[in-house]
């Protein structure tokens, strides 16, 4: 019997920050989110479902995404 052991698969440091960095998607008919991957895509889906009767899949929903700069200005002085 071979023994089987449960490990972390090996990640691309890459692919990790492109699913926690803070993106944004823009419907045509001006409905916006921001979020990250997993965050856009659940909300996406739901505007789909209830605003235009169609689901995007995960792929449709990040091929439309992009980056939102960051902007460490919090209006504080």
Partial sequence: MVGVTASQPNRNPEALESATMIKQIVCD???TARG???EL???AQAH???AHDMV???EQV??????VAENND???D
């Fill in 62 to 67: 990040l091929a439309v995404a992009t980056p």
């Fill in 56 to 58: 995007p899949t995960r």
């Fill in 41 to 43: 895509v659940e909300a």
């Fill in 36 to 38: 990250t991957e997993d």
């Fill in 48 to 50: 789909g479902r209830e």
């Fill in 29 to 31: 008919c001006g409905w």
């Fill in 74 to 76: 919090d209006g504080e």
